[in-house]
């Protein structure tokens, strides 16, 4: 009967200290989450902003100007895109 007591006061002991880590644990991967979010949130604003941009210039282009303007805006569209479909599967 004493094993089987010193046995189960290990056990208990074992899970306490697995419980008592792991709030940090958590903590450590939430914190890591939120960076990489922030990151790809970083990404998408700076995209953002560069179409912005990209298309105060096309609003006032002309001739050869416009066609390449049109055509840089497409990328930029795309690549906005892109980055939007990657942050939106990261966090799924």
Partial sequence: ???MQKKIENLKSSYNEKLVEMP????DEAAAAQKHYNGAM???NKNQEAAKKEM???MSAT???WEKAKEKMAQMIEELEKAYEKAKSEFK
């Fill in 24 to 27: 940090q644990k958590i903590n």
């Fill in 42 to 44: 970083a990404d998408l």
């Fill in 56 to 58: 105060a210039g096309l």
């Fill in 1 to 3: 009967m004493a094993e």
């Fill in 63 to 65: 001739g050869e100007a």
